[in-house]
């Protein structure tokens, strides 16, 4: 998931520290670590840039692409 999302800046960082983008990018990475057979997303790109938002639709079609509903 670090590679995945691009965590490695943040990685010594508490989460209170983290710009909202890298945070709403652990969120997705914690929400898929086990894998769940249905993910429910709420507004989980409001209030990141648009090239985060961009970054996150790129991993929820390629999720959907794989199968996760």
Same mark, same amino acid.
């Given at each position: *998931?670090?590679?995945?999302?691009?965590?490695?800046?943040?990685? /010594?960082?508490?989460?209170?520290?983290?710009?909202?983008?890298?945070?709403?990018?652990?969120?997705?990475?914690?929400?898929? *670590? /086990?894998e769940p057979d249905i +993910?429910?997303?709420?507004? /989980?790109?409001?209030?990141?840039?648009?090239?985060?938002?961009?970054?996150?639709? +790129? /991993?929820?079609?390629? *999720?959907?692409?794989?199968?996760?509903?």
């Amino acid at each position: *998931m670090i590679n995945v999302f691009n965590l490695n800046p943040i990685l /010594h960082q508490t989460t209170d520290e983290l710009p909202l983008g890298f945070k709403q990018r652990l969120a997705l990475a914690c929400s898929l *670590m /086990h894998e769940p057979d249905i +993910l429910f997303l709420d507004e /989980h790109t409001s209030g990141v840039d648009p090239l985060t938002r961009r970054e996150f639709w +790129l /991993h929820i079609n390629g *999720m959907v692409n794989k199968g996760l509903p």
